[in-house]
């Protein structure tokens, strides 16, 4: 166990519907990060949070959101889905906004089908 | 195009034989990690490399940074079937904090 929590791990769901994958990050670290991950793109950054407050943002598509609660746990929402969004998600976390490594969860697995 | 090039992409070899694993790049970086990543898992963070021609040594795997902190490798020794894993070099380029990826390379260890 990392310490970084998401859910849910496994996720399947039609096109045009919208899915909220959720992250809580490891006890006392500030920041969060989103990573997509497919077989033709690899590991792909998507968005940064840092204590409640975007940061930095990397190849996040419109239709994809996400934020950054009090409690520091972190969303990401994504919208009319379509079939090249079955990805794996990752959340990652760290102390700083800029860090010497990541702590990655699990993943959460979306197939929009 | 990816700004971190890992090479070789797949590696298969056999139990007890040495491997090493290359990741470039024309961007000076200010620190690379590396990861190893398991089917279903996330990545695990190996090592951080932040000083040009640091070498660090974590058991059988040695990480070397390249003097002008654009590439960077990884040597196993006496590879082990658990060694068995997706490797991924990541770093945030100077003056950035955004962490990029190399696309990886599958290393497959036999018995």
């Known amino acids: 166990d990392s310490g970084v929590t998401q859910t849910p791990k496994h996720l399947i769901t039609a096109t045009g519907q919208r899915v909220t994958l959720r992250c809580s990050p490891r006890?006392?670290?500030?920041?969060v990060y989103w990573y997509q991950q497919s077989l033709d793109q690899g590991l792909q950054f998507l968005i940064q949070?840092?204590?409640?407050?975007?940061?930095a943002k990397g190849n996040i598509l419109e239709r994809f959101s996400a934020q950054q609660f009090p409690d520091l746990h972190s969303e990401l929402n994504l919208s009319s889905l379509e079939l090249g969004d079955s990805a794996l998600y990752f959340c990652?976390?760290?102390?700083?906004?800029?860090?010497?490594?990541?702590?990655f969860g699990s993943g959460t697995r979306l197939t929009v089908v | 195009t990816q700004l971190l090039e890992q090479s070789p992409q797949f590696l298969s070899i056999q139990e007890g034989e040495n491997l090493t694993v290359y990741c470039n790049s024309s961007?000076?970086?200010?620190?690379l990690q590396w990861y190893r990543q398991e089917p279903g898992e996330g990545p695990v963070l190996l090592v951080t490399?932040?000083?040009?021609?640091e070498v660090k040594k974590l058991k059988r795997l040695t990480f070397q940074f390249g003097d002008a902190r654009k590439d960077s490798s990884l040597h196993i020794t006496a590879a082990q079937p658990g060694d068995t894993g997706l490797y991924l070099c990541?770093?945030?380029?100077?003056?950035?904090?955004?962490?990029?990826f190399g696309a990886g390379t599958t290393v497959t260890v036999r018995a």
């Open positions: 006890s006392g670290d500030l920041s």
């Open positions: 949070y840092y204590n409640g407050e975007e940061r």
């Open positions: 490399v932040v000083t040009g021609g």
């Open positions: 990652a976390s760290s102390v700083e906004y800029w860090d010497y490594g990541y702590t």
């Open positions: 961007s000076v970086f200010s620190s």
């Open positions: 990541a770093g945030p380029k100077l003056g950035d904090y955004k962490l990029s």
